[in-house]
Nanobody
């Protein structure tokens, strides 16, 4: 059974940084395209960043380009999202998604709050 567990969220002031982690167990992490999504109350979940299995290709939501960096460690079976220069509009629950062959695996989410 594949488990996806996010961590690293919290409260940070505008302009601050956070580094989210997503640990994947029970599956073949290196075979999954990995993505970060976020969702705020009353809105649909949106794709924030994506990284291919080998880490060679990354893509970002326009509003986070240049501020967020997605990366992965296929030895530690862990996905990361380094978030810099955070803004209040980045406040959301952040979710990690492992994209498998015929099934996807979501984590439970971690809350990120950007506020002074």
């Amino acid at each position: 059974q594949v488990q996806v567990v996010e961590s690293g969220g919290g409260l940070v002031q505008p302009g601050g940084s956070l580094n989210l982690s997503c640990a994947v167990s029970g599956g073949t992490f290196s075979s999954y395209t990995m993505t970060w999504h976020r969702q705020t109350s009353g809105k649909e979940r949106e794709l924030v960043a994506m990284i291919t299995t080998d880490g060679e290709i990354t893509q970002y939501l326009g509003s986070v380009k240049g501020r967020f960096t997605i990366s992965r460690d296929n030895i530690k079976n862990t996905l990361y999202l380094q978030m810099n220069n955070l803004k209040p509009e980045d406040t959301a629950v952040y979710y990690c998604l492992a994209v498998g062959y015929r099934v996807n695996y979501w984590g439970q989410g971690t809350q990120v709050t950007v506020s002074s």
